[in-house]
Each structure stands twice: as C-alpha cells, then as structure tokens.
C-alpha cells in the first residue's frame, strides 16, 4: 500500500472513531427531546419515577413474623404438658401470653394423639394445638414415617383437594369429632355471631400435620382461621393439597422449619408427597428465608445437604418444643 492510500486509510478510521464516541457520550446523556423512541425502550426520569420503577421491580413480601411465630410456638409446645392444661396452669400456659379458659383436652391413647382448645379472651379468639410425636418415641416414629404408607387417600375434609396422608388422616380422625363439638360450644358460649369467630390452630411435629388437615374442616365448618403455624411438619399429602392450602390461606399459614431437621424431609417426595406453603426456614446461624410459596423452596429446608438431626427437630426458636413435663 502506497504512502497516500496509508494516510486515506488512517483518515477513515479517525473519523470513524470520533463518530463512535460521539455516539456513545450522546447515549450517556440520553436521547434528544425529540427522539421518538418505541414504548418498550422508553423509560421515566426523575427521583420519583425512580422509586416507582423500584417498586415494580421489588413487589411486597410479607415479613417473618417471629414474635408471633413464638407465640403459636408455646401453644404447640403446651400440647406435651400432663399437668396443668386443662385449667391453663401449665409451665409452658404461663409463657404463651393468653389466659385460656374453659379449656378441652382430648386425647387418644393408643394412636398417641392430643389436642386441645380454648377461648383466650384477649385476643378473643379460640386457640386450637395438636401435640407432636413424644420424644420417647420419636425415633420410631421418624423410622414408620421414612417407609410411609405410599398411598395417598382422598382427603375426608369438607371442601379439601387433592390426596394426604393415610396415617396423618387417621390420626385426626380420632380425636376430630370431640375437639369440633367443644369448638362448637365455645363459639356459642363466647360468640353469638358464631360465624366469626376466629381460630388459632398451630401444632409441632405430627401435630403441624394434623393442625393442616384441621384447618381445612374447620374453615368449612363457618369458622375463620386467622393462623396456622406449623413447627417440623412433615409432608401431608400431594401436590394438588398443597396447592390447595396455598390458595385457600396464603398469609394466613406459616410452616417452620429449622436447620438439619430430619422430619420435614418425611415422607419423600418420591413417593408423591409436596410440603404445604408457606415455608419460614431457619438456618443453621440462626437467620430466617421466607419461602417462595411453592412449598419446595430450594433456598428453604431442601437447602440442606442432610436432614438427619432430632435435635434440631426438638428446638426451634431457641426453645425446647416437648420440654413442658421436666
């Protein structure tokens, strides 16, 4: 190339350059005024539309009510107590921030079921809680639930979805009948508009599963479920319950889970069974992750590499769940 085409060259690629940067410094600044551009490439100015697009982008998420969840946790735990919780005398009736009156307990032996209910009239509510599987006999329990009945029968509860369970079902079957004629009778007693009142339903361990299949009746039964926290549930039925549960409470249901407990990786999912949401995980430091309302949430329980730990099973919150009778 001869010396004039070098310099010709040269010339082009100075211009060209020039035009570039031009061209990127004019799109720093943004458009001219005048420049029409399409309505999907158009975007607000200001302090104010800033803030807007930011809250497009971030929709609201409720927030991981712990002290509430500590609440719901002492009536769960209040389940184990022998002494003390038909008259709301008990260690851990004490701790639960209501006075409880006119209080039923039911129980039934041989399928090692409790609940009981009652009328706090503070919050002017009814409090219902299912007892977990007692520590003594834990281990045998969690063995039973890891080669789960694999049948899933159809959901015995007025209006419920989808397939739970076979034992969970049984177990709530034994005690249903005498805990919906007492709540009967509280709604009577303490709200002549029965239709409103409000119930509290929560339960640790086999109770978190059968205070799901409880909440489902009782909502069909007229009365409003304000709450349903559950405390190391395990899973209680299909995919089609628990996208069920997620329509028909959404906010309204809470299920914890904490670190390597070994009780809601049961029954597996292999064999059909989707956890409820909405999942609150909390991690082994101690911080909480609000689900995704899937009821599986990757960033949740199913995070953990191992799922082996009754310990963890047994604590949560920082407090002993079955520790009432020592």
């Not at 009782?218 to 209680?236: I, Q």
Request: glycine share 10%; aromatic share 8%.
């Amino acid at each position: 190339m001869g010396r004039r085409a070098r310099v010709v060259a040269m010339t082009i690629a100075c211009v060209l350059l020039c035009v570039s940067g031009a061209r990127a410094r004019a799109l720093e600044r943004g458009p001219p005024p005048n420049l029409n551009l399409a309505p999907a490439l158009t975007r607000a100015t200001g302090a104010d539309a800033t803030v807007d697009d930011a809250r497009a982008r971030a929709p609201s998420r409720p927030e991981v009510d712990v002290e509430r969840a500590k609440r719901a946790l002492w009536f769960a735990g209040a389940a184990y107590c022998k002494v003390g919780l038909g008259n709301w005398t008990c260690r851990y009736c004490e701790r639960a921030s209501a006075t409880l009156t006119d209080v039923g307990v039911f129980e039934h032996d041989r399928k090692r079921v409790k609940a009981y209910a009652g009328y706090d009239k503070r919050s002017r509510r009814v409090v219902v809680a299912f007892r977990g599987t007692e520590p003594r006999s834990l281990y045998n329990w969690v063995e039973n639930l890891d080669a789960a009945h694999s049948t899933l029968p159809s959901a015995d509860a007025a209006a419920g979805e989808g397939r739970v369970h076979a034992g969970f079902q049984d177990a709530y079957a034994s005690v249903r009948k005498q805990l919906i004629s007492h709540l009967i009778k509280l709604r009577t007693k303490y709200e002549r508009m029965w239709r409103h009142v409000e119930v509290e339903i929560s339960g640790h361990s086999l109770g978190g599963a059968l205070s799901t299949l409880a909440a489902v009746e009782l909502e069909a039964l007229g009365f409003r479920v304000a709450s349903v926290s559950t405390f190391g549930s395990p899973r209680v039925g299909d995919q089609v319950f628990a996208s069920f549960i997620g329509g028909k409470f959404g906010d309204r249901m809470r299920r914890w889970t904490h670190a390597h407990d070994v009780v809601p990786s049961l029954p597996p999912r292999v064999l059909g069974y989707h956890h409820v949401p909405t999942e609150v995980f909390q991690n082994a430091s101690g911080g909480y992750i609000l689900g995704d309302g899937t009821g599986e949430d990757p960033k949740g329980s199913d995070s953990e590499w191992t799922h082996a730990s009754l310990a963890d099973h047994l604590v949560y919150l920082g407090m002993d769940v079955c520790s009432c009778n020592m």
